[in-house]
């Protein structure tokens, strides 16, 4: 895996650090990056892009926004690993106490992540623990037949093997504390069992409504 950064200065640890897995998504790169600034715009965060041995113009779009954009961090596996394993990558060199995490094909809102930050920080207020995470649910997903019936299919084995009650564990939005994150165990497709690997560790899950666009 290689790495391209500017250099950092002041704390070492951000507010929150904000993952993104992409490969070969020349043309959703800097629109999904400006909104994501504007959504934490103020705020001490970043921006961790992994291209998952892209061979498209992705990574080179990457390096453009890398230089005009101080809160940018690309890594890149020269070799393509997955989603699970670009999100691993990221976050072991994420510097924030939260991380979100966002699909990087431009159907995730980037303004629904602070909405999950502060419905996470709620929860903590709330006493339902010190170490959680927020989840997207779609309330109106923009998919074809197909991918709705596959997703209800995952659902309802995740339900009966996994005892999962989130009702959406495919949505790729999502707040979580760093610490906790560390602590899930990982495998390919680690991703898609989320709230199941939160509770697993000890920690807590709610959900709340986030947008949705068409691919």
Same mark, same amino acid.
């Given at each position: ?11 070492? /640890? ?10 070969? /998504? *020349? ?12 959504? =934490?715009?103020? $705020?001490? +965060? ?14 080179? /779009? ?14 890149? &596996?020269?070799?393509? *690993? ?12 994420? $510097? ?22 502060? *419905? ?13 995470? *927020? ?30 009650? &989130? ?9 979580? @504390?760093?610490?906790? =994150?560390?602590?899930?165990? +990982?495998?390919? &497709?680690? &991703? $898609? +069992? ?9 920690? +807590? ?6 947008? @949705?666009?068409?691919?």
């Amino acid at each position: 895996m290689t790495s391209s950064t500017r250099k950092h200065t002041g704390s070492t /640890e951000l507010e929150i650090s904000v993952i993104v897995p992409v490969m070969n /998504e *020349a043309g959703n790169i800097r629109p999904l990056i400006d909104e994501i600034c504007t959504a =934490f715009s103020g $705020r001490a +965060f970043e921006v961790i892009y992994v291209d998952d041995a892209s061979t498209d113009d992705g990574p080179a /779009e990457m390096q453009q926004a890398m230089r005009d954009i101080a809160q940018l961090r690309v890594l890149r &596996h020269e070799k393509r *690993a997955g989603q699970s394993a670009a999100i691993r990558s990221a976050l072991h060199v994420a $510097r924030g106490h939260l991380i979100g995490v966002l699909d990087g094909d431009g159907q995730n809102v980037p303004a629904d992540l602070p909405k999950l930050e502060t *419905a996470l920080q709620a929860a903590v207020a709330d006493g339902q623990g010190t170490l959680g995470m *927020a989840a997207g649910i779609r309330a109106k997903r923009q998919d074809s037949a197909k991918r709705l019936l596959a997703s209800r299919a995952a659902r309802w084995i995740r339900a009966r093997l996994l005892a999962d009650t &989130h009702p959406d564990s495919g949505c790729g939005t999502k707040v979580l @504390h760093r610490a906790l =994150f560390l602590q899930l165990p +990982f495998f390919n &497709h680690m &991703h $898609r +069992f989320m709230p199941s690997l939160v509770t697993r560790q000890g920690g +807590f899950v709610i959900g709340a409504a986030v947008a @949705h666009r068409e691919r």
